[in-house]
């Protein structure tokens, strides 16, 4: 596997797996409404501002509905996301997959993160203007 390190505040490096990235970059840079940018040192992807989804190690950390989470953790190569040793999220996972092609077959939970997370930032949007 092809590793990034990039080094963040002088202090720890944020390893990832390139092939992830790249093959995310073509899943999801195709959408209009999806920008690419950085978290913690790590490629992620927004929608309306809004983080959905990260390159993380050798998986990709994804934001979903609770409901949703729960019942794909235990799946096979889903995980929950506790990026760098922090506690369980309850909305997000972390998917694992062998090979980086792979993750062509969760479009659907990519879909899914990006409609909740738009929902979500739509909701805020309209609150903050009342």
């Not at 096979?76 to 092609?101: D, H, L, V, Y």
């Amino acid at each position: 596997m092809l590793k990034t390190e990039i080094e963040i505040s002088g202090m720890t490096k944020a390893k990832y797996n390139s092939r992830i990235k790249e093959t995310l970059d073509s899943i999801l840079l195709e959408l209009p409404e999806v920008t690419s940018g950085k978290m913690f040192g790590y490629p992620a992807y927004y929608v309306r501002k809004r983080l959905f989804a990260c390159v993380y190690e050798d998986g990709i950390g994804i934001k979903v509905p609770e409901d949703l989470a729960k019942e794909l953790i235990g799946r096979q190569g889903i995980i929950n996301f506790q990026p760098m040793g922090r506690a369980k999220m309850r909305e997000w996972i972390q998917i694992n997959r062998e090979n980086p092609s792979d993750y062509y077959k969760d479009k659907e939970i990519l879909k899914a993160s990006i409609e909740y997370v738009s929902k979500n930032a739509k909701q805020e949007s309209s609150k903050s203007k009342r």
